[in-house]
């Protein structure tokens, strides 16, 4: 008959000393305040005067970078919002719009004004182009395709443009919203690797 023999507790480990040290008391050094309103009202006059002097070509907005927007930097962003829209600021409206819906899906306010923002971009993107019957087609040959420097949105667009399908065919089959869809094929016009028949 075989004897079982438990085998023996294992011996504690002494604690290191690294455990019975105290917490640092060092205190984390504190970033000194930002004024988001001031910082949008200088980007706003930069903007504002890139936009006098006549250089409102899409490069010289470009380098004006507006501050990013977040739920804490207006204090009132459906009054920021509307604000934006009556200026004429569709872009910047219909991002406050969709910040307001992410926090508050019932805002109707905000829901209709997206839309209406959606509309006047498409719009003025659109006519921009051109109409969406027209067929576009690429400019860049095959080869230099790998090397644009494009994301993979536009160069699933790219893949899309076949010389025989209009605007409207791509943007159908996108599966991106029409204004995504437009924004793309019209900054690939705008870099010169699209153009229209």
């Known amino acids: 008959m075989t004897r ?22 060092e205190r984390p050094t504190v970033n000194p305040p930002f004024d988001v309103e001031a910082f949008a009202r200088a980007s706003d006059s930069k903007l504002r005067a890139a936009l006098s002097a006549g250089s409102a070509s899409r490069d010289a907005i470009d380098v004006v970078s507006a501050p990013e927007i977040t739920e804490h930097t207006f204090e009132d962003p459906v009054a ?14 219909l991002e406050l719009a969709e910040l307001v819906l992410t926090a508050d899906s019932g805002n109707i306010e905000a829901a209709e004004c997206g839309e ?13 182009l051109g109409s969406v019957d027209r067929v576009p087609m690429v400019l860049v040959p095959p080869a230099q395709l ?7 949105r536009a160069g699933f667009i790219l893949s899309l443009i076949d010389g025989s ?20 094929i019209d900054d690939l016009v705008e870099q010169k690797i699209v153009a229209f028949r």
């Open 4 to 25: 079982k023999v438990s085998p023996a507790p294992l011996p504690r480990q002494p604690a290191s000393p690294e455990d019975d040290e105290p917490e640092s008391t």
């Open 80 to 93: 920021e919002m509307r604000a934006r829209f009556a200026a004429g600021d569709h872009a910047g409206a």
């Open 116 to 128: 209406d923002c959606r509309t006047m971009l498409e719009n003025s993107i659109s006519s921009r």
């Open 146 to 152: 790998r090397c644009l420097n494009v994301d993979h």
């Open 165 to 184: 399908s209009s605007v409207e065919m791509i943007l159908d089959v996108c599966g991106m919203s029409k204004l995504d869809g437009l924004r793309i």
